[in-house]
């Protein structure tokens, strides 16, 4: 159950400074490109005669989609990416005298500080629009545009601040602890039938094992495999995700799978953690290309911006269209289907301010500078606040209330939370080589 000579060297490289893996920035911002894509051709909201307003998911309707989906469903690997650099970033910080509480505080600073500017600035852009008059159900629906992100901050947050101990499990049995946390998810998918609230439950759990994956990569466990292993592990796991949805335990429809997430989902995350490491030389010759190189180190710098803010801004640009008399195809046809890239460009063209304006947000968190660190406490209350409004909005849907609560508790969590302790980013482990920081602004697959 023990780690091998190659390991125990990998995790060494990982606590005292490995130099960063270009690949895991190349596989992220692919991601996050897939996402925004993805979703640019799902939203369609549809006025109707009576004046009431729904929301199409229109390549949802396209039955070729549903296969294309077991390729692009690309949120597994999010988690797998996740943990590579969290495990890493972690044994960073602990080899320079940090603790789990300041990896809490700075996971905690560096994902809420954008979500809490998202938050506050749809609560007022929909205050306003409520006060000009704007029909209520197209305020709604952009509520529910914003909501839809913070499912994955939560999950992602959660994931992250259990590093620290499934960290230490997987150090001292890294399989008994993937095992563990698979039997768990098999267990709550088989109670969800009786307790469906059971099923939430597995957002923590599928995610940590996917997460687990990432552990495995980082520590080099998957290092020396063959080619052909790889492809077998891929075979392998899709084959058996094509039969546990063909005999009808799990809908074949990965999108069904992901909300809540079940048994699919590992499966998925175990294929693409594979695939990652199969492709990993040619991925590393075109993470290699200059420009290429560029752009994913710029769009890393600010790809959680991206993420909260794209779904947002898109259903908001599609809700004031219906207000005006700017042409609506209906969904699914030739004319909708050719307007994608029209709607993209808007997209990425509203994206540019918020990236100005908010985008710094997402550098190393520091807040007040009185302030010297945070207590166990103090960090604890501030995942607590955090995660009340997101629970409430994973539940009950994101309504103008609860945005306005929801910024006031973000706000409050980077309060408690305050300034990184210099001494967590500068204390040496005693007879360790000195390891410089990542460089401002190109820590993507460190501290992200």
Same mark, same amino acid.
């Given at each position: 159950?023990?780690?091998?000579?190659?390991?125990?060297?990998?995790? /060494?490289?990982?606590?005292?400074?490995?130099? %960063?893996? $270009?690949? @895991?920035?190349?596989?992220?911002?692919?991601?996050? @490109?897939?996402? !925004?894509?993805?979703?640019?051709?799902?939203?369609?909201? !549809?006025?109707? #005669?009576?004046?009431?307003?729904?929301?199409?998911?229109?390549?949802?309707?396209?039955?070729?989609?549903?296969?294309?989906?077991?390729?692009?469903?690309?949120?597994?690997?999010?988690?797998?990416?996740?943990?590579?650099?969290?495990?890493?970033?972690?044994?960073?910080?602990?080899?320079?005298?940090?603790?789990?509480?300041?990896?809490?505080?700075?996971?905690?600073?560096?994902? @809420?500080? #954008?979500?809490?500017?998202?938050?506050?600035?749809?609560?007022?852009?929909?205050?306003?629009?409520?006060?000009?008059? +704007?029909?209520?159900? +197209? !305020?709604?629906?952009?509520?529910?545009?914003?909501?839809?992100?913070?499912?994955?901050?939560?999950?992602?947050?959660?994931?992250?601040?259990?590093?620290?101990?499934?960290?230490?499990?997987?150090?001292?049995? *890294?399989?008994?602890?993937?095992?563990?946390?698979?039997?768990?998810?098999?267990?709550?998918?088989?109670?969800?039938?009786?307790? *469906?609230?059971?099923?939430?439950?597995?957002?923590?759990?599928?995610?940590?094992?996917?997460?687990?994956?990432?552990?495995? @990569? /980082?520590?080099?466990?998957? /290092?020396?495999?063959?080619?052909?292993?790889?492809?077998?592990?891929?075979?392998?796991?899709?084959?058996?995700?094509?039969?546990?949805?063909?005999?009808?335990?799990?809908?074949?429809?990965?999108?069904?799978?992901?909300?809540?997430?079940?048994?699919?989902?590992?499966?998925?995350?175990?294929? =693409?953690?594979?695939?990652? =490491?199969?492709?990993? $030389?040619?991925?590393?010759?075109?993470?290699?290309?200059?420009?290429?190189?560029?752009?994913?180190?710029?769009?890393?710098?600010?790809?959680?911006?991206?993420?909260?803010?794209?779904? #947002?801004?898109?259903?908001?640009?599609?809700?004031?269209?219906?207000?005006?008399?700017? #042409?609506?195809?209906?969904?699914?046809?030739?004319?909708?289907?050719?307007?994608? *890239?029209?709607?993209?460009?808007? +997209?990425?063209?509203?994206?540019?301010?918020?990236?100005?304006?908010?985008?710094?947000?997402?550098?190393?968190?520091?807040? /007040?500078?009185?302030?010297?660190? %945070?207590?166990?406490?103090?960090?604890?209350?501030?995942?607590?606040?955090?995660?009340?409004?997101?629970?409430?909005?994973?539940?009950?849907?994101?309504?103008?209330?609860?945005?306005?609560?929801?910024?006031?508790?973000?706000?409050?969590?980077?309060?408690?939370?305050?300034?990184? $302790?210099?001494?967590?980013?500068?204390?040496?482990? *005693?007879?360790?080589?000195?390891? $410089?920081?990542?460089?401002?602004?190109?820590?993507?697959?460190?501290?992200?």
């Amino acid at each position: 159950m023990g780690f091998s000579r190659q390991q125990k060297t990998s995790v /060494a490289m990982a606590a005292f400074g490995r130099s %960063r893996d $270009p690949v @895991i920035d190349l596989a992220r911002f692919f991601c996050l @490109i897939l996402v !925004v894509l993805s979703h640019c051709m799902m939203v369609s909201p !549809v006025l109707h #005669p009576d004046g009431t307003v729904t929301t199409e998911n229109t390549l949802m309707e396209q039955h070729w989609f549903e296969p294309v989906l077991w390729v692009f469903q690309v949120m597994p690997l999010f988690f797998v990416l996740g943990g590579i650099t969290g495990l890493e970033s972690w044994r960073r910080l602990r080899a320079r005298g940090g603790s789990g509480v300041d990896y809490a505080q700075l996971r905690l600073l560096r994902l @809420i500080r #954008p979500a809490t500017a998202l938050l506050a600035s749809m609560f007022v852009g929909l205050w306003a629009a409520s006060l000009l008059g +704007v029909d209520p159900e +197209v !305020v709604q629906l952009i509520a529910t545009g914003a909501g839809m992100p913070l499912w994955f901050l939560a999950a992602y947050l959660a994931t992250q601040l259990s590093v620290p101990l499934l960290a230490r499990l997987h150090g001292h049995s *890294p399989w008994l602890t993937l095992g563990g946390l698979v039997a768990a998810v098999i267990t709550l998918d088989s109670l969800r039938g009786a307790f *469906p609230m059971l099923a939430f439950v597995n957002m923590l759990f599928v995610w940590c094992a996917v997460q687990q994956f990432g552990f495995f @990569i /980082a520590d080099g466990i998957f /290092a020396g495999r063959s080619r052909g292993w790889f492809a077998g592990l891929i075979v392998g796991s899709n084959l058996l995700l094509g039969f546990v949805t063909g005999i009808g335990v799990y809908s074949g429809n990965m999108i069904v799978d992901l909300n809540p997430p079940n048994f699919c989902m590992l499966l998925l995350g175990l294929s =693409q953690a594979a695939t990652l =490491q199969l492709l990993r $030389p040619g991925l590393a010759w075109v993470a290699g290309v200059r420009w290429i190189r560029w752009v994913v180190a710029v769009a890393g710098r600010r790809s959680m911006t991206v993420y909260l803010w794209h779904l #947002p801004l898109l259903a908001a640009m599609s809700g004031l269209l219906l207000l005006t008399g700017f #042409p609506k195809p209906a969904a699914g046809t030739a004319e909708w289907w050719w307007a994608r *890239p029209l709607v993209l460009f808007g +997209v990425l063209l509203l994206l540019l301010p918020v990236l100005l304006l908010c985008g710094r947000l997402e550098e190393r968190p520091t807040a /007040a500078s009185h302030a010297r660190g %945070r207590t166990h406490v103090a960090v604890v209350t501030a995942g607590v606040v955090v995660f009340i409004p997101v629970v409430d909005a994973a539940f009950n849907g994101l309504t103008l209330t609860l945005l306005a609560g929801g910024a006031a508790c973000f706000a409050l969590g980077v309060l408690l939370l305050g300034r990184v $302790p210099a001494g967590v980013l500068s204390v040496a482990v *005693p007879d360790a080589p000195t390891v $410089p920081l990542p460089e401002p602004g190109l820590r993507a697959n460190l501290d992200s």
